[in-house]
């Protein structure tokens, strides 16, 4: 291939080196019918062609405008301002990526400066990095970090965290020798006594994640002082946008707060991307992964910004590494700075209040149905979880609701095997009060 630069010689020397005389003899430990195939390849389409069959399969999603979504579980429909999107696609912010050039990226930089500043207002804790993947990574970066900062092998977590965020923090874990103890939650938060028995010398950190994926608000004040007497760090799992009327993370001791923020001012995007925030008291600063951006003054006294801090190997030795987490979700993160700074204190209190009211309001009319029964019996913010009578289907009610236009929730038995016929529903300030209420109509006539 010309643009390959390897000549003849150059082949023979490398062959050489390896002990082999051609490129078949690398590749002998790879089976034939994976070496040797034809790619069938149809004929090319014309540019409208293209254009025609990409949208024909776009018809087959189901968005939020068609269908009346009572859909969480990690990703949740918001109302996004306008003033975010017209300011994130500007052009000098649209395409922005990881500023490797800081003396040339101050736009950008002040964007995540004020970015972690809003995440430390938010959380009431010390410090915020740039932003990582999203909630799972933050939250298994939360992990790594306690076990280098405690030197201990052994994470405690709750089993109400979102399942998808364990199976991640698993992985992560996985080749460092640690051991994962999972604490249940029958009564839909963290089983105390279990948890306290739990905790043990070896115990790096405690994490637990309110409100946890079954809507229900935690107990996080007793759990942070339970694990502050083991000596173990306390890492709490929250959504921002319940933060203007729930006590933030700081408030109760949290030495790490983490989470997503996909809720602040983006959408649901088929599930991604996304974007985790990650905030620290002081002293755990240098054991951030990510970046962070800094203020400074510059040679002629005036206010610039630079990266503060960059704890990867790319950056320094890789001995002090402490992530290769390699970018932030600067775009993300930007339209979360926006959407933060155009709601402020007060908006944000009044959408979380909204959050409370109106799927507190479908609870009740649901439970009032002869169809459904509570499973849990705890303060919840906009999600709950709901058991149908008489051993109905939970995927047969999903299904039937699709054809009515209505995605009314997920069967969690997928997730946890004892909660057969449960369905979790999630309700937002998107939701009006005609929609709940078509809602609660659609499944009073049964199916």
Do not use: W
């Not at 979504?69 to 975010?84: D, I, Q």
């Amino acid at each position: 291939m010309d643009y390959i630069p390897n000549t003849e010689a150059d082949k023979k020397k490398m062959f050489e080196a390896m002990g082999i005389s051609s490129l078949e003899d690398l590749l002998k430990e790879i089976p034939e019918t994976l070496r040797k195939f034809s790619l069938t390849l149809p004929q090319g389409l014309s540019e409208p062609q293209v254009l025609q069959a990409l949208k024909d399969l776009s018809k087959k999603n189901k968005t939020t405008e068609e269908y009346n979504s009572f859909l969480g579980a990690g990703a949740y429909e918001h109302f996004v301002p306008s003033v975010v999107n017209h300011l994130a696609s500007r052009s000098e912010f649209y395409t922005c990526y990881t500023p490797y050039q800081p003396e040339v990226s101050q736009g950008t930089l002040q964007a995540i400066y004020e970015f972690q500043t809003l995440m430390c207002e938010l959380t009431a804790m010390d410090v915020a990095n740039a932003s990582m993947y999203d909630g799972s990574t933050a939250l298994a970066e939360a992990a790594l970090l306690s076990i280098r900062h405690k030197g201990k092998n052994k994470i405690v977590c709750s089993r109400a965290i979102h399942p998808e965020y364990r199976q991640v923090l698993k992985t992560y874990l996985g080749g460092f020798n640690t051991e994962i103890v999972e604490i249940d939650s029958p009564e839909g938060t963290t089983d105390i006594r279990q948890l306290e028995e739990s905790l043990a010398d070896t115990t790096a950190a405690v994490l637990v994640q309110s409100p946890n994926f079954f809507g229900c608000i935690e107990d996080m004040q007793e759990i942070s002082e339970i694990v502050h007497k083991h000596d173990a760090l306390f890492v709490a799992c929250v959504n921002p946008l319940s933060l203007g009327i729930l006590i933030p993370p700081g408030e109760y001791n949290a030495d790490i707060a983490v989470g997503e923020g996909q809720v602040l001012g983006n959408y649901l995007n088929y599930g991604g991307p996304y974007l985790g925030f990650f905030t620290v008291k002081d002293e755990l600063l240098r054991k951030l992964p990510g970046r962070i951006a800094g203020e400074t003054i510059d040679k002629a006294g005036r206010r610039c910004f630079v990266l503060t801090l960059q704890p990867r190997e790319q950056h320094i030795r890789r001995e002090k590494a402490t992530s290769n987490i390699c970018t932030n979700q600067a775009l993300l993160a930007l339209r979360a700075c926006i959407y933060l700074c155009a709601l402020g204190k007060k908006g944000i209190a009044e959408i979380g209040n909204l959050n409370i009211q109106k799927s507190h309001y479908a609870y009740e009319s649901l439970c009032n149905l002869d169809i459904f029964t509570p499973v849990f019996h705890r303060p919840f913010f906009n999600e709950f979880v709901l058991k149908t009578k008489n051993g109905v289907s939970v995927d047969a009610i999903i299904k039937h609701m699709q054809q009515k236009g209505i995605n009314c929730g997920i069967d969690i038995s997928h997730y946890y095997t004892e909660l057969k016929n449960c369905m979790l529903l999630c309700v937002t300030e998107t939701k009006t009060k005609e929609s709940i209420d078509r809602l609660v109509s659609e499944f009073a006539k049964g199916i």
